[in-house]
């Protein structure tokens, strides 16, 4: 896992593994496969009320695979000097998101339910919540 400079264009979806059945689908993650890093944690977000707004914030070190496992939304991502949206609707498909991206989740469906692998446990000291203040870190001369 290395760390590259802070960039928009370091995000990117993943294409994960579909294998088809009649029986259904089946998609799976592998660390270092998939997942350009080793996972240490899982989450998900669901049953978010209509017009909300979720995450609104950045990592210091963490890096994410983001999956819409059911239904739809959106993730603006914004690294302080471009910002570019994704509309997550695939169980198969993984928005990364390496260290030092802004990030804001919104337009989700009924029923959606987001999934995230992370990097690392849980930290609160990772993260910037206040979003002058993740500019002041990624822009310091401006």
Same mark, same amino acid.
């Given at each position: 896992?290395?760390?590259?400079?802070?960039?928009?264009?370091?995000?990117?979806?993943?294409?994960?593994?579909?294998?088809?059945?009649?029986?259904?689908?089946?998609?799976?993650?592998?660390?270092?496969? &998939?997942?350009?890093?080793?996972?240490?944690?899982?989450?998900?977000?669901?049953?978010?009320?209509?017009?909300?707004?979720?995450?609104?914030?950045?990592?210091?070190?963490? &890096?994410?695979?983001?999956?819409?496992?059911?239904?739809?939304?959106?993730?603006?991502?914004?690294?302080?000097?471009?910002?570019?949206?994704?509309?997550?609707?695939?169980?198969?498909?993984?928005?990364?998101?390496?260290?030092?991206?802004?990030?804001?989740?919104?337009?989700?469906?009924?029923?959606?339910?987001?999934?995230?692998?992370?990097?690392?446990?849980?930290?609160?000291?990772?993260?910037?919540?206040?979003?002058?203040?993740?500019?002041?870190?990624?822009?310091?001369?401006?």
């Amino acid at each position: 896992m290395k760390n590259q400079p802070p960039n928009i264009e370091n995000c990117r979806i993943i294409d994960l593994p579909k294998i088809s059945d009649p029986r259904g689908n089946l998609t799976f993650v592998e660390a270092g496969r &998939h997942a350009p890093f080793p996972i240490k944690r899982i989450y998900y977000l669901y049953d978010v009320p209509g017009g909300s707004t979720r995450a609104g914030h950045a990592h210091k070190s963490l &890096h994410q695979l983001m999956i819409a496992m059911s239904g739809s939304f959106d993730v603006t991502l914004d690294d302080g000097f471009s910002k570019q949206k994704f509309h997550l609707n695939r169980s198969y498909y993984g928005l990364y998101i390496p260290p030092m991206i802004w990030r804001d989740l919104d337009n989700f469906s009924s029923g959606s339910v987001c999934m995230v692998l992370a990097s690392e446990y849980f930290d609160e000291g990772d993260y910037y919540r206040d979003y002058e203040q993740f500019l002041k870190v990624v822009r310091p001369s401006q």
